[in-house]
């Protein structure tokens, strides 16, 4: 199975600061087709988990511009670059390039 | 629009089963696999399995849950449904249904169901 590593594991930030979360994996999770299967998540205090970024880099429809996401083939980086209050929450990232399909340990973004 | 909606909370004695919904709505059912995940009390996320809603209702399960895990779907009802038996405490979670965005590969989840809480408990 593929193994997410992230961090931090809390993340105190300021409205208006940057943020940035990172992730890696024990194997690339670049396909043959050219795409790197990294996907990031937010799941908000009581709520499901929603999408931010599929693909590495790809913002999924409706998200903030402020959310931006890159990374090689194992090292990944979630961006968020004016942070607001409504992005509290754990942010999660997830390889979809085999199966089982496997999660980071989550980081929590709370306000300073 | 896209929407899944599960099944209400359960609570369930150790040794027994537990079968949650999931209905589709707002799209081609036939389409788009589902998958399954679940999240134990303030722990991280975990992939259960997919179902292919269309053809045969194929699926493929993550192996811890080999010989405990069921999916099935109703393409009458636009439904699918996990079905998994001989509970234990630690399958005390949330388990989540979620479609991917794209027919044609797995990445990038949405929507979510809202989740069903499963409780296992004498």
């Known amino acids: 199975d593929i193994v997410m590593t992230q961090s931090p594991l809390s993340l105190p930030v300021s409205p208006g600061d940057p943020a940035s979360i990172s992730c890696r994996s024990s194997?690339?999770?670049?396909?043959?087709?050219?795409?790197?299967?990294l996907d990031w998540y937010l799941q908000k205090p009581g709520q499901s988990p929603q999408l931010l970024i599929y693909?590495?880099?790809n913002r999924a429809s409706g998200v903030p511009d402020r959310f931006s996401g890159s990374g090689s083939g194992t090292d990944f980086t979630l961006r968020i670059s004016r942070v607001e209050a409504e992005d509290v929450g754990v942010y999660f990232c997830?390889?979809?390039?085999?199966?089982?399909?496997?999660f980071g340990g989550g980081t929590k973004v709370e306000i300073k | 629009q896209v929407q899944l909606v599960q099944s209400g909370a359960e609570v369930r004695r150790p040794g027994a089963s537990v079968k949650v919904s999931c209905k589709a709505s707002?799209?081609?059912?036939?389409?788009?696999?589902i998958h399954w995940f679940r999240q134990a009390p303030g722990q991280g996320l975990e992939w259960m399995g997919v179902?292919?809603?269309?053809?045969?209702?194929?699926?493929t399960h993550a192996q811890k849950f080999q010989g405990r895990v069921t999916m099935t779907r109703d393409t009458s009802t636009s439904t699918v449904y996990i079905d998994l038996s001989s509970l234990r405490s630690e399958d005390t979670a949330v388990y989540y249904c979620?479609?991917?965005?794209?027919?044609?590969?797995?990445?990038?989840?949405?929507?979510w169901g809202q989740g069903t809480l499963v409780t296992v408990s004498s």
């Open positions: 693909l590495s880099s």
């Open positions: 997830m390889q979809a390039l085999q199966t089982p399909l496997t």
């Open positions: 194997q690339s999770l670049l396909h043959t087709n050219g795409f790197k299967y």
């Open positions: 707002g799209y081609t059912f036939s389409s788009y696999f």
């Open positions: 179902i292919n809603p269309s053809g045969g209702g194929g699926t």
């Open positions: 979620a479609r991917a965005i794209s027919i044609v590969a797995t990445m990038g989840f949405d929507p």
